[in-house]
């Protein structure tokens, strides 16, 4: 399977990839008490750091990072691949950023998702998320690989826990924004999968002046 399919594939068995939470599936919507606790929880241990950025600041609008209620978000996702220019991608070092096949957009589950090709070999997938670091947290695929420059940052796998896919996100008060890089089994390992996709978020960061 090519990687611009795999890493689509592995985002469909991602928790928060799909358009809105399933009322049978979906828990319960938080409470303004398990609100603030996450925010006291998931906020303070990403931004425990007085250098943590506040925001990327795009052509577009400025995109504050911070926790997010995922029932909360509507129609107001902030899309990567309509939202952030070409120009401000090529500062951070992508160039050519495509939105993925139309005949493959159905795997997104209705999120945007947008591709970087470098000599005709895939390198990076960016995407937005309606699963904030909370509802990922509660699935146990959250992974152990971070960003000493963007703090914010966490990683997380495939929902089925297996491969070597690797997601980087970080939250913003309009939904999580994702680099991904997938891999293969055998010759890829989630410290590679992992380092590519958290230097890629760390150049859009970067770009756009959010440190």
């Known amino acids: ?9 592995a985002c469909g068995v991602l928790a928060g990839c799909a ?6 599936d979906a828990p319960p919507a938080p409470t303004a008490s398990q609100n603030t606790t996450e925010s006291a929880s998931h906020g303070t241990d990403a931004q425990e750091s007085a250098e943590a950025p506040a925001a990327f600041h795009f052509e577009s609008g400025t995109l ?4 997010f209620d ?8 902030f899309d990567p691949c309509t939202e952030i220019s070409p ?3 090529a500062a951070a070092g992508f160039h050519d950023v495509e939105p993925i096949p139309e005949e493959y957009a159905g795997l997104a589950r209705g999120l ?36 000493d420059r963007l703090p914010t940052l966490y990683t997380h796998g495939p929902r089925n826990g297996t491969g070597v896919d690797c997601f980087a996100q970080v939250d ?4 999580g924004i994702i680099a991904a890089v997938p891999g293969f089994e055998g010759y890829d390992s989630l410290e590679d999968t992992c380092a590519k ?9 970067e770009a756009s002046s959010a440190f």
């Open 1 to 9: 399977m090519k990687r611009h399919i795999a890493w689509l594939v």
């Open 172 to 175: 913003t008060q309009r939904g």
């Open 64 to 67: 504050e990072i911070g926790d």
């Open 19 to 24: 358009s809105e939470p399933s009322p049978i």
């Open 87 to 89: 120009e401000e991608f």
């Open 112 to 147: 945007s998702a947008c591709e970087v090709w470098e000599e005709g070999k895939f390198q990076v997938g960016f995407m937005n998320n309606n699963a904030s670091h909370r509802s990922i947290e509660e699935t146990g695929n959250l992974l152990e690989h971070k960003s």
């Open 70 to 77: 995922p029932y909360a978000l509507g129609d107001d996702i």
């Open 197 to 205: 996709a958290i230097a890629a978020l760390e150049s859009l960061a």
